[in-house]
């Protein structure tokens, strides 16, 4: 006869088994199966007991964290980008600016409403502020801090130009490569706010191309919804005369919101001169 090999014998002593019946074998091997078990219990770490409702909600908090934190990188590189393709002045903040002088608490407030119709506006043909004023009156920065504050808390694409940067690059070939100027020319088309500076700075009528130029873009805008941001030296009627009937009417499409800056140049004197 065979030896009978028990295939769940450890090493330990179970005791002698002696020749029994098939029953009582088997009542012995489940009696060692169980002392065994009962062994295994004691000496090993006890396995956690999971409450898998608990362990649900912990992975969904940390795929929440997860997600949340991608959102957060992925919003950063986006803003990185966006600032960095706004060609923005990094001093143009609100927080920057004098907020106890009462000449700008309108300017501020018309700047935040603008902001925060922005995309109410974005449905409905686009809004416009026309900033003017005279030199260093804070022109430029108010309107930089409006492109900041849209693509920080936004994520709206801005384009902030001098109004000689677009003539030169697009009229004097600044930007050599054709299909290089007619991507800056859909991106000023196309871009969710442009903000042209220094319209008419040097207060002669603006040449016919480039005002035809100008009312064509402003016009376009206005089709595709896209909001604009003006800013002058001109006051509205010297404005008008600066870029003509075609340019203007394309200006009061937009039903522009005016800004006036008023008071002394906010640049800092040299020496003793105060010009
Ligand atoms: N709200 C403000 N509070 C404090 N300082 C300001 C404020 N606005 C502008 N400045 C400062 O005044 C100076 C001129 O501002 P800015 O360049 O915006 O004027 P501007 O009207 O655009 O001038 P320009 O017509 O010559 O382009 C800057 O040095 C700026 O830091
Ligand atoms: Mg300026």
């Known amino acids: 006869m065979s030896e009978h090999i028990d295939p769940f014998a450890d090493n330990q002593d179970d005791g002698p088994v002696a020749p029994e019946s098939t029953d009582e074998q088997t ?77 700008l608490e309108h300017a501020i407030q018309t700047a935040h409403s603008f902001i925060s119709g922005f995309e109410h506006w974005e449905q409905h043909g686009g809004s416009c502020i026309l900033i003017y004023g005279d030199y260093g009156s804070g022109k430029s920065t108010l309107a930089g801090a409006i492109a900041h504050e849209l693509i920080n808390q936004r994520q709206k694409s801005v384009i902030f130009q001098q109004w000689a940067s677009i003539i030169d690059r697009l009229f004097f070939a600044v930007i050599e490569d054709q299909e290089e100027r007619n991507r800056y020319r859909r991106a000023l088309e196309e871009v969710d706010l442009l903000i042209i500076d220094e319209i008419g700075a040097n207060k002669t009528r603006m040449v016919e191309s480039q ?65």
Not at 79 to 89: E, F, H, R, Y
Not at 250 to 264: E, R, S
């Open 27 to 103: 009542k012995h091997q489940v009696a060692a199966l169980l002392n065994r078990l009962q062994r295994i219990r004691r000496t090993h770490i006890p396995v956690p007991e999971y409450d898998y409702q608990q362990l649900r909600s912990e992975y969904e908090k940390q795929a929440n964290a997860d997600i949340q934190k991608l959102q957060q990188d992925t919003r950063l590189q986006r803003v990185q980008k966006l600032i960095a393709q706004a060609d923005l002045n990094p001093d143009w903040l609100f927080e920057r600016m004098d907020h106890s002088d009462p000449i």
């Open 211 to 275: 005002s035809s130029f100008l009312g064509h873009l402003l016009r376009r805008r206005r089709n595709l919804s896209k909001s604009v941001i003006l800013i002058t030296n001109h006051n509205p009627a010297s404005l008008h005369q600066a870029v003509g009937d075609f340019c203007f009417e394309a200006i009061k499409a937009f039903n522009p919101v005016d800004i006036h800056l008023t008071g002394p140049s906010r640049r800092p004197r040299i020496g003793n001169y105060g010009g």
